[in-house]
């Protein structure tokens, strides 16, 4: 085994030690550990949408989330270095000061995260850089087909898990290390520097949100305790119930909940409790994700693109009034109105609620989908760029859709 003298365990969307073989690497190869986190601060600077990346909803559910992870490195005797600048300055003035030999970072789905990464191994060549997939049911190397043979669409990627059988190959979760390497000395100063302090923030979210890994366990628990997985195919399309679907997305899509994790907790119910459509389902929605998770790194800056991985323009425009009554829930239909005003109220709304608000959205509106995406991006506790991107382009027509535009009869919906 190699061993280093220093290591530095760069975090992202990954805030959690359980399930996260990454870390224990790091803890086994390393005398010294140093954990970062970058708040970067063009989260909250207008983007070409004239949108914030992270709204108050996200960046609440984010505190709560970074709190806790703080609180389980502090029960190892860890710290975790939280830096409010970017990558690329963070990097800079940690590695003045601190002797780092090895950095440990989870694969990332998102283009310009890796962009960041690509960028800090290329300014630091003489430091080891190690990747890991940690936010996937598989690795890379586990798919039957290379990421340049990804298939076109959902169904095909799902036949072809299913042909191989790939279920009964997704590794176990791993459990939490028992302990960790202390920071490293020289850190001492820029750890007092940086004591992980976050700004208050008074925004109130849905109360039965609340970030981190100890609000995600203690769901997980609760969801599998009942009998919610052997019906989820029937109510999974409520717009409202908190038991109709499985609500694991938020704590999934910032890493304080492990895909693995939620894996060996969906086998485990169905090796008590026996298996049917139902609890297939939740797995079924987790390949949905599993294959954005591909998709967006397979894609690159086509997710972003405005005729997305098909190269189909939309014909659309942007008409200023209608943005502002989707984002505002005061368009001229109702079901519209109730969806939007809940994910303005509490940073949440159903995946079929989702679904609504982005045909009209696309359809009956006739706007610009990626100013959609966008703006699901700043308000969404549970924004993940490659679903939520993946997702709007397949409503638009630009995606993995075969079908094309995917267009609701709101009428009907509402009735």
């Not at 790939?166 to 007092?192: E, H, N, V, W």
């Not at 628990?221 to 717009?239: C, D, I, M, V």
Request: contains cysteine.
């Amino acid at each position: 085994m190699t061993y280093y003298k220093t290591g530095l365990v760069w975090l992202q969307n990954d805030l959690r030690l359980d399930d996260h073989s990454l870390i224990n690497k790091a803890a086994k190869e390393c005398e010294h550990l140093l954990f970062i986190y970058c708040v970067n601060p063009k989260w909250f600077t207008h983007n070409r949408y004239a949108l914030y990346s992270i709204g108050a909803h996200r960046w609440r559910f984010l505190f709560e989330s970074l709190t806790d992870f703080k609180n389980q490195l502090a029960a190892r005797g860890q710290q975790l270095l939280l830096s409010h600048k970017t990558p690329l300055h963070a990097f800079a003035e940690v590695l003045s000061q601190v002797p780092v030999d090895v950095v440990y970072s989870s694969q990332n789905a998102g283009f310009y995260e890796r962009t960041y990464q690509q960028l800090i191994q290329r300014r630091y060549p003489l430091i080891k850089h190690h990747y890991e997939p940690t936010a996937t049911l598989w690795a890379a190397s586990q798919l039957p087909f290379t990421l340049a043979k990804l298939p076109e669409t959902f169904s095909r990627f799902r036949r072809t898990i299913e042909q191989h059988d790939l279920r009964a190959q997704i590794p176990p979760a791993t459990p939490a290390p028992a302990r960790l390497p202390p920071p490293p000395p020289s850190a001492s100063a820029l750890l007092k520097g940086h004591d992980g302090a976050l700004p208050a923030i008074t925004t109130a979210i849905h109360e039965q949100f609340q970030g981190g890994t100890q609000a995600a366990l203690k769901h997980l628990q609760s969801y599998f305790a009942g009998s919610a997985p052997h019906t989820y195919k029937e109510t999974r399309n409520s717009l409202e119930r908190w038991s109709d679907s499985t609500k694991f997305s938020p704590w999934l899509a910032n890493g304080s909940l492990g895909v693995r994790q939620l894996h060996d907790a969906l086998l485990q119910y169905e090796q008590q409790h026996g298996s049917n459509e139902s609890s297939y389902w939740i797995f079924f929605e987790l390949l949905w994700r599993e294959y954005f998770q591909w998709y967006a790194h397979h894609h690159g800056t086509k997710l972003f693109a405005f005729g997305g991985i098909t190269q189909r323009r939309p014909n659309t425009s942007f008409y200023a009034a209608r943005w502002q009554q989707w984002c505002s829930g005061t368009t001229a239909y109702p079901i519209v109105n109730a969806c939007m005003n809940q994910l303005n109220a509490t940073g949440y709304m159903s995946n079929r609620g989702r679904q609504l608000v982005a045909s009209c959205f696309v359809h009956e509106l006739g706007l610009d989908w990626r100013y959609g995406a966008a703006f699901f991006e700043q308000q969404l506790i549970d924004y993940d760029v490659a679903s939520n991107w993946g997702n709007w382009q397949y409503l638009a027509g630009v995606g993995a859709d075969p079908r094309g535009h995917r267009r609701f009869d709101l009428d009907k919906q509402t009735g």
